[in-house]
């Protein structure tokens, strides 16, 4: 056995990993695995921030984990999108209902447990808002790019890549058309 195995050695080969398979692999793998990372942290954050004020982040998050998952770049652009409206929401809360107003520390300690803790927790709510989009924003590049690689271009109405299993190829092989 182990004089066939050197001698067709070469003829042997290991299965491609999945990176392998997708053009721009380990570059998209790794931004992804951080923009999970981050979105979960966000997510995690805008739970507890939803004790002390209202605030939709939580389940936009979902549209980021679902854009990561899927290597989906329109669910990745509607994430960055809703992410971006939700920033200026908090931006709007900071300049209009925050505790923010109290402009020294002693004052601020002055201020109830409860809008302390708003406080906080949007603060880093914020801050890794701002973590995030830009990380989204390069991640729905990648995928623009890998989609566009793997389709040839085809894309479905929605935008995702049209792939060979999909039912839009389906009918367009076939010939079928809805009217």
Known sequence: WKGWERRHRS???????????????????DLAATHTW????LFCISLFESVFRPDPT??????????????SAPAMRSFTMFLSITLVVDVMWFLEYSPLEY???DAL???PRRGQMALVFSLLSVVY????????????RAF????ELAGDGQV?????????????????????ELH
């Open 109 to 111: 300690w002055e201020v």
């Open 11 to 29: 003829r042997i080969r290991a299965p491609p990993s999945p990176a392998a398979a997708r053009p721009l692999g380990g570059m998209t793998d």
């Open 144 to 147: 623009a790019q890998e989609q």
């Open 103 to 105: 402009l020294s520390l």
């Open 58 to 71: 939580s389940v936009i998050c979902l549209f980021g984990f679902y854009s990561t998952s899927h290597r």
């Open 129 to 140: 808002k701002l973590i995030v989009l830009p990380v989204s924003v390069r991640l729905h």
């Open 156 to 176: 479905t109405s929605s935008g995702e890549a049209l792939g060979a299993r999909s039912l839009a190829a389906k009918d367009s092989a076939s010939g079928t």
């Open 38 to 41: 981050l979105t979960t942290t």
